[in-house]
């Protein structure tokens, strides 16, 4: 089954065509980044009036690269939530648009089920469950169980600030460029020594949840670079906040596996991306005999891919009335 997979929930437009839930025929992301960059953060207007402009080409771009025509397509999966509404209702009302007319049933996708999928794309081993979802966004850091296909269990989140926020912000506090995460990871990687000079917060490490705080965190940088005298070593301060929250994102996951008894951990969200995170959490995971998986960085930030992904192995197509931009959805 061929799947044409839209997802618009803020600054990409990602279209991409997924044969039976892990091929990927065909994977194209247009991206508004740039024309945020000067304002340091998504301006969710702009972002909208460009996926007006970029999604129909995209869609075009996904059905040439794949070699296929609308004939050869056999669904449609849709983001339709958490997100930015303007975003959100361009790929929806895209989506619905395209269904009627080519006569094509309309998946709707949870845009956090979709990064957990984006480790079933060109997999080599199968994924085995009981698993746990570690997602990490720039909106989102949650603790999922998974039991199977449509069966998610929410376990914790953040209560206040998401990881990718917070790497961010703390970017933005140190004079960095937007997006932080891969800024602060490039900086971190250029800290040479093994103890940084800093000691930050770990919130809420120890706590028996599986919530997550990191505004503690970010505030813990904030002060330290408005409270020194003398310019502050980047790379050092970048190290020891990459180290700090990987720490507590790591730390909640094992604890986690080890008590619902896991068989495979699968991360996800534009912080996967994060090398430091990804090997920390590997090693970890070794530690307690539990594989750890993450998608390739490309598949980390938002795609389509993932969202065809979804819809394959979620396949409940919704009439075109009911499906809706629903920008607050959750597990
Ligand atoms: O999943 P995503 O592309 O969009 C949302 O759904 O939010 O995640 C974007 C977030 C941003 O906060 C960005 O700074 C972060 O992912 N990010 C990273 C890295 N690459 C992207 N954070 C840490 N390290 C990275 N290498
Ligand atoms: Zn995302």
Redesign the pocket.
């Known amino acids: 089954m061929k799947i044409l997979g839209i997802e618009t929930?803020?600054d990409?437009t990602g279209v991409a065509v997924v044969k039976d839930g892990q091929k990927i025929l065909s994977n194209v992301i247009s991206t508004s980044v740039e024309l945020h960059k000067k304002y340091g953060g998504v301006v969710p207007e702009i972002a909208a009036r460009e996926q007006v402009k970029v999604i129909i080409p995209a869609i075009q771009e996904a059905l040439n690269g794949a070699n296929l025509n609308w004939e050869n397509i056999d669904a449609i999966g849709v983001t339709i939530g958490p997100?930015l509404v303007g975003s959100l209702l361009v790929g929806t009302e895209t989506a619905k648009s395209l269904g009627f007319v080519y006569k094509k049933p309309v998946i709707p996708v949870n845009?956090l089920v979709g990064?957990v999928y984006s480790n079933f794309l060109d997999a080599k081993e199968k994924i085995q469950f009981p698993a746990l979802c570690l997602i990490v966004?720039?909106?989102?850091t949650d603790l999922v169980l998974m039991a199977g296909h449509e069966k998610f269990k929410w376990l914790g989140g953040t209560r206040d600030d998401?990881?990718?926020?917070a790497?961010?912000k703390v970017a933005r506090v140190l004079g960095l460029g937007y997006?932080?995460?891969?800024e602060?990871?490039r900086h971190a990687q250029n800290f040479k020594l093994k103890i940084s000079n800093f000691k930050l917060p770990r919130p809420m490490i120890d706590t028996n949840d599986f919530d997550f705080s990191f505004s503690g965190l970010k505030t813990a940088v904030v002060n330290l670079v408005s409270n020194e005298k003398k310019p502050l070593s980047v790379p050092d301060v970048a190290a020891s906040f990459q180290q700090a929250i990987t720490d507590v994102l790591v730390t909640k996951t094992i604890k986690a596996a080890q008590k619902y008894k896991i068989k495979q951990i699968l991360l996800g969200?534009?912080?996967a991306?994060?090398?430091a995170?990804r090997s920390k959490l590997s090693d970890y995971g070794k530690k307690i005999r539990v594989a750890v998986r993450f998608p390739p960085i490309e598949l980390?930030?938002?795609n389509g891919a993932m969202v065809a992904s979804t819809a394959f192995y979620n396949f409940k197509p919704e009439s075109p009335e009911k499906i809706q931009a629903e920008p607050g959805l959750y597990f």
């Open positions: 929930s803020c990409e997100g845009h990064h966004s720039g909106g989102h998401a990881a990718g926020e790497f961010d997006p932080g995460g891969p602060i990871e969200g534009g912080v991306a994060n090398l995170l980390c930030i938002d």
